[in-house]
């Protein structure tokens, strides 16, 4: 089962970028050949509207990163296992690869025509300007921008992690802001056209080492030789793999504190529905909780229990997460001696699950809960919890 997966992701990640690099390199060469693309706006929303097709085609397949540097931020993140990065990044590399020939292949005669007419020998300096349809150059050929070597790494950088940090954004469950899954392709589509309009005047906006790489190896292969690379100090290296592979990790080291400050938010704004179910022994209580998160969860809310006893390594609670449900204990005290575990119990399921209704177990024997417990919820945290009247079950 686990090789049919990888295979899956791995042709989902063949496919995807091969359809963005086609795509986005395809828009290029028809600018340079033909003059149809007259501003970097065009060429930017061509590129963003290949992002967005590949990943509609093939997140089914894969997670659809389509970029080496969205794939390491997504493992530093544990978003995804780090054993898979192989299959990603070959993936990556070989769709991206056929792409770049596809273009050649339909743009050969119409390069070689472009070439005689302004004089330019395939390999020489000149020929950088045909060249850059496979692989990006710094500063953009044609341009008139000053760019060194240091200042082309710090924007692949920082386009990449910009990049980077809205697919996170983007895909974040706890982002209240964040757009419909269906509409996701198209916001990141629309980030990556930003990015372009913002840096490729400089460096031609790579963000991405497949997609520069691979149709840089089809340009060196078929003639471009030595100009298919930017200088002779290694700089397709520095700026076009390097750095969008350090922005993309920089994003992935930022992403836990800005998840933090948006689920405080999200926090701060949510108020959570507390439920208080108690009775003696054998009264049903576990059998209650286990019903009633099963009818609520049908209604797609998300449930946390809590339970209780003097004893730890509850029973109660190992059965109820046996059954795929989130809980947490406070154990070795009641609820009514220990109020600040049964806080920080609350707090714990808030944050880490994000829950929209806590159900509590209080201890059998517990029988003090409305004016320990439910009383100063009400007074203390008002606007934070809704809390609901105390169940209290009888053994018939």
Known sequence: ???????????????????????????VAVAVLFGEYNSIFQIGMVWGVGVTLAIYLTRHLSNAHLNPAVTLA????????????????????????FAGWVVFILFSPSISAYESLHGWVRGSDASVMTAKIFGEFYPNPGG???????????????????????????????????????LTPLFIGLTVSSVIWLIAPLTQAGINPARDFSPRMVAWITGWGK????????????VYILSPVAGGIAA?????FIKRITINRKLQMKTTKIILAGGFLG???????????????????KIGLITN?????????????????????????????N?????????????????????????????????????????YWNGKFDIAPLTVLADP
């Open 339 to 379: 109020f600040n575990g049964f806080i920080q119990a609350i707090q714990t399921l808030r944050e880490k699950s994000q829950v929209d209704v806590i159900i509590a177990e209080p201890v059998g024997s517990c029988t003090d809960l409305s004016a320990t417990i439910i009383q100063p919820l009400k007074k």
């Open 1 to 27: 089962m686990k090789n049919i997966e990888y295979l899956k992701e791995f042709i989902g990640e063949i496919l995807g970028t091969f359809i963005l690099t086609l795509f986005g390199c395809g828009s």
């Open 309 to 337: 006893d003097q004893a730890p390594e509850l029973v109660d609670s190992a059965l109820l997460v046996q059954k795929g449900l989130t809980v947490s204990e406070v154990n070795g005290s009641c609820f009514c001696c």
């Open 227 to 238: 100009a298919a690379f930017p200088d002779n100090c290694g700089g397709f290296f520095w």
């Open 252 to 256: 992935a080291v930022c992403e836990p």
């Open 74 to 97: 997504m493992v530093i993140a544990k978003r995804m296992k780090a054993n898979k990065i192989p299959v990603y990044l070959i993936a990556q590399f070989i769709g991206a690869f």
């Open 283 to 301: 009264a049903g209580k576990t059998t209650l909780l286990w019903n009633t998160a099963q009818h609520l969860m049908q209604k797609g809310l």
């Open 144 to 182: 008139s921008a000053i760019v060194s070597l240091q200042l082309a790494m710090g924007a692949e950088f920082f386009g990449t992690f910009l990049l980077v940090l809205a697919i996170f954004g983007l895909t974040e469950d706890a982002n209240a802001g964040r757009p419909d899954n269906s």
